[in-house]
């Protein structure tokens, strides 16, 4: 009701400024509220005067800092008045005469009228998204000579368009955003019949099913059309073709099925994805299209896309579709060779693409990325026909394959290779030695086994290994994943000159460290990931890694940790799940000074041994993150002690009943001692009485 009453005010051209405006139902009814205690308590005495004084003063702070008759609920920027959210049903009345932008949005706008805009007509940007509008004046925007951006996004526009009326001309309008609106198919029309100017032009999340070959008639300077979010069935013939400056067309997330003859040679993006596309089909004339962008992921695609023969296609999207080859839609002999001159990205990611031919590269010669991820391909290679020179990412990954081959002379940019989740157990034992660009190398759940070092001079004896790949003299190589291989062992100086920053040899259950299997990273390792490894004992000294700054070795059997014997530079270390019972205390002053973050829980810890290192932890100087499930054992057959609560005197307490008994021994011997001497005496006496007797 009140609320209402207060949003007529404001329409009727002044700016409410009491603190129940202000502050809306709440503060209306506590201040009516607080009123009626007042007239009750002021006769009460002097107590309820200093009430009265502390209400007024609440109740006066916000007036006082907003005089009627101000925008109090907006905020001015120069030219620009921001009245967001703030339950109005119109602009306030006493704008700036030279407003140039009014952001009005998330408000309680219904009726757009000339009165709605305090008959301001200068406005150059209008943001009315997200209010109740389902009206708007006719002719309104005509004589806003300068309103260039218009927001309209988030109402009930669809209602308006009902009433089949016309907004009439947006003359100088650019960008126009009539998303989420309720529209239906043709109901734009009403916005749109006079709008030279629009160059970007927004109506998604609406409800049209057909792009009529008239929709756009009116609006022929359009650069930008989004219609993502709606259930486009339908294009119809020539639906675009009198947009001559239209670049960029985001049709995602609709219902379309087919692209027959695409020919829109000026369009620069195309978003197509989240449709129902079995066919992407292009006009056979040899006019070169300027697409640099066409996204088509998830949709039904069978085959790879039919391009247009002449194009300059920078960026393509086939992820997510039913591609089984890369061979073009049911034309088996018509050629892809030659169409993919300028592509450098390519997602095929989400397939079931069984393998790529290498003809296929001679296409590519400037491709840089390739995703070919979760696909069926069993064996990939690159020779030196199709070298990929320019190819800096691919992505393997969680495909089957056995066989991988990389030509002498290939790949010299590759930098990333991701190539988890595969079933590869052989491998060419030099094959990475060949890329000489090559940084990340992915080899997470494979079946691979590691190579010793080369030895130094070709032994005429030693030959080749074929069970295993070699990972020494990879001079780039920086981040190394090999988590989920069934490792057996780590031989030593499997990565010499090898300038490894990050190490995972996670999940390997069993493997076997030799002991010098990291000499060579001392200079470069950082991290160091050892995570359910059933490791019960590092016989490897950690600390002659001087650049080691994260260390993982959760989930393992270790029993003692006894690693760092010098000062080391490890900011975390994870311990977590192990069966350490003492954390030794060289240990922890090696690590003292630079330790930041200690995971220790779910351990056997035992409370009064570990004291120094529970001392950081209460001081503060080591974050343990597990810390709930950081307990440690107090007595024999006791409940598990929260470290938090580990106090220096629980373990004071064993010492004192240590005394008493030490006390009680004490004098008991001293009893006994008593007791034989005075037994002694006695005999003493009694010989002495004998002999006198005698
Ligand atoms: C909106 O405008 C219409 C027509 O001018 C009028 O009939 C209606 O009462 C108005 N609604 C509100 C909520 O002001
Ligand atoms: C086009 O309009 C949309 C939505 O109103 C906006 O996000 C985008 O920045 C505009 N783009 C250009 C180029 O004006
Ligand atoms: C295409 O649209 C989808 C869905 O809106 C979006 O996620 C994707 O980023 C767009 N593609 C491009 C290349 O912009
Ligand atoms: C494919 O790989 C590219 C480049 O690494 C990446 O940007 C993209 O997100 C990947 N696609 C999917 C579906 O994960
Ligand atoms: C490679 O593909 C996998 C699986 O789709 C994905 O998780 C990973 O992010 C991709 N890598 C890149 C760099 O896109
Ligand atoms: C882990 O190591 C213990 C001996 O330390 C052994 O009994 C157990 O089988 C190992 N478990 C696995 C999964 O390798």
Known sequence: MWKQESAERSLSLVVPLSISEWEGEDVKSTWSGGAAKISHQLKVGTMAAFQLLFLLLVSCAPSSAYPPGHLSQCQIVQKDVLCSDQSLRSAPVNLPPDVQMLDLSRNQVQNLTRETLGFHTGFHRL?????????????????????????????HLNVFAHSKTNIGSLKAVESLDLSSNGLYTGMSDYFLTDSPSLANLSLNSNSITKISHNMFRGSLSLKKISLHNNVILEIEDGAFDSLHHLTELDLSKNSITCINDFDLYNLKLFNLSKNSLETFQSD?????????????????????????????LEYLNVSRNQLQTTNVTRNQEK??????????????SYNQLKGIPESFFFSTPLLEVLNVSNNCIHSFSVSHMTPLNKVRVINLSYNSLQSLTFGENTLRSLKKLFLQGN????????????????????????????????????????????????????????????????????????????????????????LNLHKDSLSGLENSLVHLLLRENNISSLNTDLSSLKCLKHVDLSTNQLNSLLMWNKESSIESLNLQNNN????????????????????????????????????????????????ATATCFHEKNSEPVNIKKVTPEMCHRPDVSNYVVGVVVTLLVAMIL???????????KRKHNRSFNA
Do not use: W
């Open 284 to 312: 056979s004339s040899d006019i070169l299209f300027k697409l640099l962008s066409l996204d088509l992921s998830e949709n039904k695609m069978l085959y790879f896309p039919d391009l247009p023969e002449k194009n300059e």
């Open 674 to 684: 008593l007791g034989l001497l005075i037994k002694c005496c006695r005999l003493r």
């Open 423 to 510: 079933k590869l157990t052989v491998l060419d034992h030099q094959i990475f030695q060949r890329l000489p660009s090559i940084r990340h190398l992915h080899l997470e759940q494979n079946n691979l086994q590691i190579c010793p070092s080369e030895p130094k001079l070709k032994d005429h004896n030693h030959q080749v290994p074929t069970d295993c790949v070699s990972f020494s003299s990879v001079h780039n190589l920086h981040f190394l994943y090999l988590s989920e291989n069934h490792l057996r062992t780590l031989p030593g100086n499997a990565f010499v000159d090898t300038p490894l920053k990050l190490l995972d040899l996670s999940l390997n259950p069993g």
């Open 580 to 627: 350490l019972v003492t954390l030794d205390h060289h240990t922890i002053l090696a690590l003292e000074r630079h330790l930041k973050t200690l995971y220790m829980g779910s351990n056997p810890l035992s409370c009064c041994d570990n004291l120094s290192i529970f001392r950081l932890v209460h001081q503060s100087a080591v974050v343990v993150p597990d810390i």
């Open 127 to 155: 943001n009315l998204h997200s209010n109740k509008i389902h009206f708007i004046q006719p002719r309104l925007f005509e004589n806003m000579t300068d309103l260039r951006v218009l927001d309209l996004s988030r109402n």
């Open 335 to 348: 050629q892809s060779i030659l169409k993919l001159c300028c592509l450098k990205y390519l997602d095929m």
